[in-house]
């Protein structure tokens, strides 16, 4: 059997299923099997993101009733809900959150992500997406601004004119302002990828990024 056609690419195929295994499940479990799970708490200790904050000083009346103030706890409880509705409305079937080694997506998105990235409870599972009919959204922190979320949101041909994406018209209150749900889930848009010491990507800067510095400083914080 083992020298017929039929046979070699079985053993090929099982050959290849197990250096898969190996360098894409067991190798990176043996390297990160003690670095700590970070929690959502654990994250927002590095600081609020500034839309965060815009966004109460935008909606005050809404933004206190939703969240009261713009402080950590707030910050977290935001994060969470916003992480929720992602997974719920399946975000993920057409946003990933992997920048990959191939078609050029570092030109675009940045360094390939790590698995330094998906230390945190909110990767779990993780979010890499079936398919990419939109950009990734592993760096999307700060990349644009909450006026840009929230139109597009609302009615995403508006800013992007050849996007598939439904209208999200529930995430908005009758007067169209953002609602509990819409400020959680932008919060979440502002968040991801915030967290890492060195952000790879903002706001144009290139596949390199900036530092930790530049980082705060672009970012007002």
């Known amino acids: 059997m083992f020298e017929s056609k039929t046979g070699i690419f079985l053993v090929a195929g ?7 295994f190996l360098v894409m499940g067991l190798l990176p479990w043996l390297i990160y099997r003690g670095e700590p799970i970070l929690t959502v ?4 200790q590095k600081g609020i993101v500034p839309e965060f904050v815009e966004l109460a000083e935008r909606f005050p009346k809404q933004f206190a009733q ?27 079937h057409c946003h990933s959150q992997q920048v990959r080694p191939v078609s050029n997506e570092t030109l675009r998105w940045g360094p390939v992500s790590h698995a330094r990235e998906y230390q945190n409870e909110l990767q779990m599972p993780v979010l890499f997406g079936t398919r990419r009919v939109g950009p990734d959204l592993a760096r999307e922190a700060g990349r644009r601004t909450n006026d840009w979320h929230i139109a597009h949101f609302f ?9 598939v994406m439904p209208e999200y018209t529930w995430f908005f209150d009758a007067n169209g302002v953002p609602n509990r749900d819409g400020m959680a889930l932008i919060t979440y848009m502002q968040w991801l990828g ?3 010491d060195h952000y790879p990507y903002y706001q144009g800067e290139g596949p390199a ?5 530049e980082k705060v400083n672009m970012r007002g914080i």
Do not use: T
């Open 14 to 20: 099982l050959g290849f299923f197990a250096l898969a």
């Open 41 to 44: 708490d654990d994250m927002v």
């Open 66 to 92: 939703y969240f009261g103030k713009p402080d950590e706890k707030s910050f977290a409880a935001a994060i969470r809900r916003g992480h929720q509705l992602y997974v719920g409305e399946a975000c993920w």
């Open 155 to 163: 009615k995403p041909r508006a800013v992007a004119p050849l996007s």
């Open 194 to 196: 915030s967290w890492l």
């Open 209 to 213: 990024g900036p530092g930790p510095a």
